[in-house]
Structure formats: C-alpha cells, structure tokens
C-alpha cells in the first residue's frame, strides 16, 4: 500500500474546513482502502461494477451524499462530495465513476429537481442504493453539443412516449431508473425512466480503455411509455436543470483527476526509495526527481483549485466559470502524473503487477467526460468576455 500524502496542518482550512468534513475524509479514506482496494484488479479485468460494494456506499450514508437531510439525504456540500470522490479514486477510479454516475448524475439532480411525489416514490431507493441510478444525456450523434440531442418526447395521454437512443451511458447494463433527457416542441425536459418501462431497452456492454470497473450501454427508446408524473419540473426546464447539475458532475470529475494523480504521487516516492540501481536508490537521479517534484507540484495546485471551487458551487450558487476551470486544469493533471509514474517505475509500471498500469489507463477518461477539455475551454472564453464586457 502506498504512503499517506503529507500535508501541513494548515492546509485542513481548505481540504477539511469543518471537523464534519475531516470524519468524512477519514470515513471514506478507511472504506477505501479496506474494501474498495482489494477488488479493484479483478472488477477491471472483469469490466464490471461491483453492486454490493456499491450498496455499501448506501449504508454509509454517501449515496445521498448533497441530498437534504428533511429528504432522507446526508446534507453535506460540494467540498463532501469532492472528498469522497478524491478518496474512491486513489484506489478505484472506475468504481467511482460508477459511484459518480449514481450519486450526483442522478440523486444529487434528481433531488433538487423533483416533487415530493416523485421524490416518495424514488429518492428512499436510490439513496439506500436498493435501485441504481443513471442519467442519459449522450447521444450517438450528440455529445458536448447538447442542444442538438434529437431524442423525442411526445405527449400522449397520460404518457409521454419516448423516441431515440442515448450512448456511453455509464451504469446502464445495471440501472434502474434514470434520469433523461429528451425534447418536447423543441425543447429540453428532463424525464425518471424505469428500466422497465414499455418501449425500453437496453444494448451489450461497450467495452473500453479504462474505467472498467464502471459498465456502460446504450438506452433505446422506441416509443417508451412514461407517465406525465415522471417529467421532472415542466417541459423545457431541463436544460436548466442540467446546466445546474454539470457544474457539480464536472467538479467531482475534477476531484477523480486529483484522486488519481495522489496516488500516483504516492507510488512514485515508495518505489523510488526502495529501487536500487547503480547502488542507490533511484530517487537520487536528477530525472526521477524531476518526474516526482514536478508531479506533486502539479497535483497540488489542482487540489487546491478543485477545493478552492468546491465552496463555491451548490444548487443555489452557480459558478460555471470555477467548474470549468477545475476540471480543464484537473483532468490533465491525472493523466501526467500517472504517466509520470509510468516512467518511474519503468517496465513495472505498465505491468498489472502495479496499479499504475490502471490509474493510466483510467485518467484519460477525466479529459473527455463531463466535458471535454475543449468545451471548457470555450465555455470560459465565452464566460470571462461575457463578465468583463458587463463590467465595462
């Protein structure tokens, strides 16, 4: 197992700011590399998720983690969810992108855009874990550009009857509700779909690089019978509620990103201590403390950004701007320092024998899910021109 991450007391103001904060760290941390670790090698080569595991996220009370207390849920913040995302990813980012998916793409928007009815009807499942979640937003045709989705929504009765497919879609082999996104008269709603409804399908599991300890299918819609009381708000309000949700979703990816690259900071300075070569110990090569100093430096200063962000993002505080920024600075971060760590280990680190064969293959996903890096990176140059000519 690698070594705990030092860091100054001082910094718990930013990474732990409340003691609520610290139990959690502590809570997740424990769970994490008691059970989440030693399965993680086996659900990868497996391509699986582990549902019981993931279950026991629910009797922790961490898959309502940002859902109110009066609704069942754990009423913690941003900063939470960033931790445990942090946490889970340091051992198993695949796992936690399942988690992700569950807990924030559908509870955590579900909740804050749902009735009580429907609320009494679904919330008490998904946040015991007894049903798992997803969303559908992606589509074959449509990723980033949302706007253009072109599954449809017609209005039949007292049914709704929905037509398309959406693709990548991550715990859809095992889900059991999920929340979709589909036009009405040319607008965006949002829709809670269950798996068994008429009309409803689902394709094989896709196989991928990595992040395969998180499954992901197609949905098929064919005239898919939902009833009017599971459209969430009214028609055309769902771009708002999505808008709202991806500042979290890609906040939590971003904290997956800093998981990752911790880990893989930690791994670095274990093996390079104990790795001997010309008599010493590999450590003391002026290239292997480039590849970790630069590592670390770099895995910090997105840690902080991601924290700094986090107090900053809730269902009733927008800051597009911040999310963006964190995860177009984040998920790249992962990525080079698990690459980083590739090199340090050298013909280890890309045998399974290590994790870093995995943690490489898992980071790249944080630069394109969510959000590619290229749409933040036009969603912020709209965003700060916007601010600076209001200013002006």
């Known amino acids: 197992m690698p070594a705990q991450s030092i860091h100054h007391p001082a910094y718990d103001a930013l990474f732990n700011p409340t003691e609520e904060h610290a139990a959690l760290r502590e809570l997740v941390a424990g769970f994490a590399r008691a059970e989440v670790a030693p ?18 996220l629910g009797e922790l009370g961490l898959l309502g983690i940002t859902v109110p207390e009066h609704l069942g849920g ?103 509700v999920f929340l979709v996104y589909a036009k009405t008269e040319g607008k965006v709603s949002a829709f809670v779909v269950e798996a068994t409804s008429p009309g409803f399908s689902k394709s094989a599991h896709i196989s991928k690089m990595g992040m395969r300890a998180s499954s992901m299918s197609e949905l098929i819609f064919e005239d898919c019978e939902v009833p009017v009381e599971n459209l969430l708000g009214r028609e055309g309000q769902g771009l708002e509620h999505m808008m709202r949700n991806l500042e979290i979703e890609r906040l ?37 403390q480039r590849y970790i100093a630069d590592g670390f430096a770099a895995t910090e200063a997105a840690r902080c950004l991601v924290y700094n962000v986090a107090r900053a993002v809730g269902p009733d505080l927008r800051n597009r701007i911040g999310s963006d920024a964190a995860k177009l600075f984040a998920a790249p971060v992962g990525k080079q320092v698990a690459d980083n760590a590739m090199q340090v280990l050298g013909g280890a680190g890309y045998c399974r024998e290590y994790s870093i064969e995995r943690l490489f293959r898992d980071a790249k996903l944080l630069e394109i899910g969510g959000g590619t890096i290229e749409s933040h990176q036009k969603n912020l140059t709209k965003d700060l021109t916007r601010a600076m000519y209001r200013r002006s």
């Open 39 to 56: 399965q993680a090698d086996e659900f990868d080569r497996r391509e699986q998720l582990n549902i019981p595991l993931l279950r026991r």
């Open 74 to 176: 754990a009423g913690l913040d941003s900063v939470a969810a960033v931790i445990v995302h942090e946490e889970l990813s340091r051992f198993d980012p695949g796992f936690c992108l399942a988690y992700l998916a569950h807990s924030m793409l559908f509870v955590n928007n579900f909740a804050h855009c749902s009735n009580d009815d429907q609320r009494a009807r679904y919330l008490s499942k998904v946040i015991s874990g007894e049903w798992i979640g997803g969303m559908g937003m992606t589509e074959p045709s449509h990723g980033t550009d949302v706007l253009g989705l072109s599954t449809r929504a017609v209005r039949k009765g007292d049914h709704y009857l929905l037509t398309g497919t959406k693709t990548y879609i991550t715990n859809g082999p095992e889900a059991d």
């Open 252 to 288: 939590t990816l971003a904290a997956m990103s800093v998981g990752i690259a911790l880990r893989c900071v930690e791994e670095m300075v274990t093996y390079a201590e104990d790795r001997k070569a010309f008599g010493q110990s590999i450590n003391n090569f002026g290239q292997i």
